[in-house]
């Protein structure tokens, strides 16, 4: 009988309440509904008889050790096929599974096998996890800029109304309002119209003046959207008046920074530009206004009929104040039917008001849809990257290809073995594919983790200009994306080293595996070397790519900005526009040039400044703000010639010029003579001379503008690339501030390094002449220059860190392919040496395969280039995408790096002593 | 052929007779062996016997102290019998003219 009196039937000592003395409940309930049904009761009773024992005892820790009991049988009992109940038939029949118990078995195997090599595993992961992590980085942006719809109500409906002076070779030049009041007055092409004019503003109500951003609308703009506040409510089409409607809507941004996000903020009065309004909404935190801003995001929306103060009242037909309009199309109508009808509205109005649009400038209406004019010139930016990092993940797929092919070769009597017991060629594939699935499955997770935990990071890193940026989140399309990939990176990384594995010979391989312990065939080395040629000619593509951003961002940088950063300072003043011209003290002219007269004279003993001059807004470089371009005349040109011309214009002090170390080409610049009651002047930059005065010097000659006043041209400056260093300068008049100053100011000014506060002075400074001027967007120009290249460096860093690891992954990839070649060659070299080969000689054999595959890799790779790069035209800067330079130079850095990989097992074959290649 | 665990367990149902269920065999396992014993795999070795017709089982009484559930007693087949026999025979047979480890 029993030697164990314990195990006697009747319990001893004083019972416990169940709950206290009992196994866990939750690993009962796991151990009933995990184990076969055969097992439960038996394993289960005998645990928790055993688990008594142990509570009498007095043995501590038994609800863990029940725990781990737990865990020990559910996972050994899934690992086993132990779940039916055994007949006498079962012992002599051969094991024939279910597809779920292979399922099992496989992924069983594959577990167990990449346990027993986790260097492997841990190189494998992390690689495909950058893979991965990459493309599901950049998807998850292309997925929120270009492919998710823009967060309105029918978003494919709304678009953009450009109006383009074609004859003028004029762009989206602004819109007037009678063209905006006629447009919602014709029936058929838009449900809605609404005007946009965005603009500085100052906020009073708080210790200082604050510049935000007002958005100025139409009242039906929010109906046009289908958006609605978070708080409050929005204005409608219903609080339509001539002028400013008096009820506003705030962003939630303003709402945070301004009001403390104040739920009471409602009916709050606040003053705007000397006007007051009262707040009747708050926007949604994820609202934002579809479409160019002047500096960030919009603060504050203001419904307008636009026909009243400050627009002036009756409406000008000539006068462009709307920057912009948005729409959305008529129920049921198409874009191309819609431009069908805009085309035939503008041919009647030509007719219509033949003065005002006049034939040789070609006046149109352009439509594009909202989510293009907003997303459209980041895509060719965003293609590229994705393609690039797609190619990044094939490099991946290729090395990891490679390792698992080595693997393979490795286990090749593993697999021998397998096959020789009855394992299927079938069976022996889908062992490998479990493998390189689970192990790309793996990295995607780890990829998904990093990618979370370091969003915020990485959304920092984007350039700011890149619309719809907070939109970026991980939706089901990203998770989708991440799974699919990884499933398809597991698959292609697996099949050629499972074909591999499945072609074995099981009597060779037997043979050859218990010789030398590594029986890799000839078929397998040259699936392996035709794969490191693949992964050498996929980096070659992507270094060019790298090669000609590079090259694009050295050109744009060395290109001559037209002034000299080193120093300069630049600050923005806004003068409040009240609605009513009366309470204007800078209305005319006059008062404003008296108002530039007192800041400069103030500014002259700001301390730190050395040199101070002030413009307008447009005259900032490198600003990028909605375009205003002014339409002009000639009076001296031929009738023939005479067009409407636009120019960006903009006004300065007499000393601009000298403060931005802007050179003067031809006639002279402003002087303080130039006032307002003298002679109207303006100075012409050579894009202009170019442009507009080929044949003869523009010096003296008239210039119109928009309104009838005459000019006179007094000199010739230098070109500011002021759009952009990479892009082209444009043409640009400047007048004097004294005579058309705006209300929008700049100040540039020179200090010399180290000095801190400039911001704070200025301010200080500006106030003295007039508290309610808010001061705003203090920057050096080095920071502005550097801002209009932020989209160029970020794909040019994402491209090198692209390239940077294919290349990487490549020498690795050549490293591997290299080593094992001179691992299975040792008694050859060995031979050789003893024969008296020097060791040059022996690198020299030793290298040959290496170079060979890096040769083939590369021409591929180059003649591939030559098509890939054309892509990416668009990004190039100067550089032509068959540069040269460029296609000289990746064969280069790529032999390089190769030689180094090359030249490690390469030095190895040459300390390979002749007697122990010979006895081994 | 036996394996090394099943040959144990076989052994250890042997010497326990009539009372041979799951927790005395594991314990007497740990007594006679100096390896660990993991519980799980006795089972599993138990049910792979049961499966090659070499233990036969029966389930006992409930048992309140096991939570209302029944003890499965184990006993040797005549093929086991045999196969321990043969083994027994086998090593014995092996250890003939070898001297016998002291030490």
Redesign the interface.
């Known amino acids: 009988m029993t030697s164990r009196p314990t195990h006697g039937p009747s319990a001893r000592g004083p019972m416990r309440p169940p709950s206290r003395s009992g196994p866990p409940n939750l690993a009962l309930r796991l151990l009933t509904w995990r184990l076969p049904t055969y097992q439960r009761d038996t394993v289960v009773g005998d645990l928790t008889e055993v688990f008594a024992d142990r509570v009498t005892a007095r043995r501590h820790f038994n609800r863990l050790w029940f725990w781990a009991q737990t865990i020990g049988f559910t996972v050994s009992f899934a690992l086993t096929p132990a779940g039916r109940r055994p007949s006498a038939a079962d012992s002599n029949r051969p094991l024939r599974a279910g597809a779920v118990d292979t399922l099992r078995h496989d992924l069983r195997d594959a577990w167990r096998a990449l346990g027993r090599s986790p260097g492997f595993l841990a190189i494998a992961v992390t690689t495909l996890a950058l893979g991965i992590g990459a493309n599901v980085a950049i998807f998850s942006l292309v997925n929120a800029v270009l492919l998710q719809p823009l967060p309105f109500h029918q978003p494919h409906q709304l678009v953009r109304v450009f109006d383009d002076l074609d004859g003028a070779g004029a762009q989206d030049i602004g819109m007037t309002v009678p063209e905006l009041e006629d447009l919602r007055r014709q029936a058929g092409i838009f449900e809605q119209i609404s005007g946009l004019v965005p603009t500085s503003t100052a906020l009073a109500g708080g210790d200082r003046v604050d510049r935000i951003e007002l958005l100025g609308t139409s009242p039906n703009y929010f109906e046009l959207l289908g958006a609605r506040a978070a708080l409050g409510h929005v204005y409608g089409s219903a609080d339509w008046v001539p002028g400013f409607v008096d009820g506003v809507v705030i962003s939630d941004g303003l709402w945070k920074r301004q009001f403390g996000g104040d739920p009471g903020v409602i009916g709050r009065r606040i003053r705007v530009d000397e006007d007051g309004y009262t707040i009747i909404g708050v926007m949604p935190a994820d609202f934002r206004h579809p479409g160019r801003t002047l500096s960030g995001d919009v603060d504050l929306w203001a419904a307008t009929g636009f026909l009243a103060a400050p627009f002036p009242s009756p409406p000008v037909r000539n006068a462009r104040y709307l920057p912009g309009a948005i729409a959305r199309l008529a129920p049921g109508l198409t874009l191309r039917l819609a431009q069908q009808r805009l085309n035939a509205f503008v041919t009647e109005w030509q007719q219509r008001y033949p003065n005002d649009y006049p034939q040789a400038s070609r006046w149109s209406l352009r439509l594009e849809p909202l989510q293009r004019s907003l997303v459209g010139d980041v895509s060719p930016m965003l293609v590229v990257l994705l393609v690039a990092v797609g190619v990044v993940l094939l490099i991946v797929c290729v090395n990891i290809a490679t390792l698992l092919l080595a693997r393979s070769s490795g286990r090749s009597r593993e697999f021998a073995i397998r096959q020789a017991m009855g394992a299927s060629r079938g069976r022996l594939v889908r062992q490998v594919l479990t493998e390189s699935v689970l192990i790309s499955l793996a990295g995607g997770a780890a990829a998904l983790v990093v990618l979370g935990l370091a969003r915020r990071s990485l959304l920092a890193m984007m350039p700011a200009d890149v619309p719809r940026l907070s939109e970026v989140h991980t939706d089901w399309r990203v998770l989708a994306i991440a799974c699919g990939l990884a499933l398809a990176t597991g698959l292609i990384c697996g099949v050629t080293p499972a074909i591999h594995a499945s072609a074995h010979d099981p009597n060779r391989d037997l043979k050859e595996g218990g010789r030398t312990g590594s029986g890799q065939s000839l078929g397998q080395s040259r699936a392996r070397g035709a794969l490191v040629a693949l992964e050498v000619a996929l980096s070659v593509i992507l270094l060019t790519s790298a090669g000609l951003l590079i090259r694009s961002f050295v050109a744009a940088v060395q290109q001559a900005p037209g002034l000299d950063p080193a120093g300069l300072t630049v600050g923005q003043i806004w003068i409040p526009v009240p609605n009513h011209p009366e309470v204007d003290p800078y209305r005319t002219f006059p008062q404003r040039a008296a108002l530039a007269r007192a800041l400069l004279l103030q500014l002259g003993t700001m301390p730190g400044a050395v040199h101070v001059a002030l413009g307008t807004s447009d005259s900032i470089p490198f600003l990028h703000g909605p375009d205003n371009p002014v339409r002009f005349a000639l009076p001296d040109e031929v009738a023939a010639d005479r067009q409407d011309h636009v120019v960006a214009f903009g006004a300065a002090s007499p000393d601009y010029f000298a403060v931005l170390r802007t050179p003067i080409r031809q006639g002279r610049v402003f002087t303080d003579h130039d006032s307002e009651t003298a002679k109207g002047v303006v100075v012409v930059n050579e894009a202009f001379a170019r442009k507009f005065s080929p044949t003869r010097s523009p010096v003296g000659r008239r210039w119109r503008d928009g309104a009838g006043r005459d000019f006179e041209i007094i000199g010739v400056v230098g070109d500011v690339r002021d759009e952009g260093l990479d892009v082209p300068a444009r043409a640009h008049v400047y007048a004097s501030i004294f005579q058309r100053s705006t209300s929008s100011l700049s100040v540039f000014f020179r200090a010399p390094a180290g000095v801190t506060g400039l911001g704070e002075s200025l301010a200080r400074t500006v106030h003295r002449v007039d508290p309610e001027l808010p001061v705003f967007g203090v920057r050096t120009m080095d920071e502005l220059m550097s801002t209009s290249l932020a989209r160029r460096r970020f794909s040019l860093a994402l491209m090198s860190v692209f390239a940077i690891v294919a290349l990487f992954l490549a020498t690795l990839g050549i490293y591997g392919v290299m080593a094992f070649v001179v691992s299975q060659r040792v008694q050859e070299f060995g031979i050789r040496s003893a024969l008296g080969a020097r060791p040059r000689d022996i690198i020299l054999i030793a290298l040959r395969p290496g170079l060979i595959l890096t040769g083939i890799g590369t021409v591929v790779g180059l003649s591939a280039s030559v098509v890939v790069t054309r892509v990416m035209s668009a990004l190039l800067f100067v550089v032509s995408p068959e540069d040269p330079l460029t296609f000289a130079t990746v064969p280069a850095v790529l032999g390089i790096a190769v030689l180094a990989a090359c030249l490690i097992p390469a030095r190895r074959a040459t300390r390979v002593s002749p007697v122990q290649a010979l006895r081994s | 052929m036996l394996g090394e665990l099943e040959h144990l367990v076989l052994l250890v149902i042997r010497r ?4 041979a ?4 065999i594991v ?2 396992l740990r007594r006679h062996t100096r390896r660990p014993v ?4 006795v ?2 070795t138990l ?2 016997l ?4 070499l233990v036969r089982s029966h389930l006992g009484d409930p ?5 209302g ?4 007693y184990f006993e040797l087949t005549a093929a086991a019998k045999r196969a321990v026999r043969e083994s027994r025979q086998t090593f014995r047979s092996l250890w003939v003219g070898l001297p016998s480890d002291k030490r």
């Open positions: 326990l007779g009539p009372s269920y799951g927790v005395p314990d007497e993991l519980r799980p795999s089972y599993l049910h792979r049961e499966a090659k017709g048992e309140p102290r096991r939570g559930r029944a003890r499965r």
